[in-house]
């Protein structure tokens, strides 16, 4: 298999409207998206990083 493998299916949270949420839930909520938008960044930025590589070596972006 090329590329890298496929990213694991984490469950649905199951999300209520904001104003039926309890300031715990809202406090949890705020970390998991937090989190989650760091390892986005990171994603992205090792991306970045390997297509830099890609071109310095002479190498095509799909190959």
Do not use: C, I, W
């Not at 496929?6 to 949270?13: A, E, T």
């Not at 839930?25 to 986005?40: F, Q």
Request: hydrophobic fraction near 20%; glycine fraction near 4%.
């Amino acid at each position: 298999q090329k590329g890298r493998p496929s990213m694991k299916q984490h469950p649905q949270r199951t999300t209520k409207p904001d104003n039926e949420m309890t300031l715990e839930e809202l406090k949890e909520e705020l970390v998991y998206l937090r989190t989650e938008n760091a390892v986005l960044k990171k994603l992205e930025e090792l991306e970045q990083e390997k297509n830099v590589e890609q071109r310095k070596s002479g190498h095509s972006s799909n190959s």
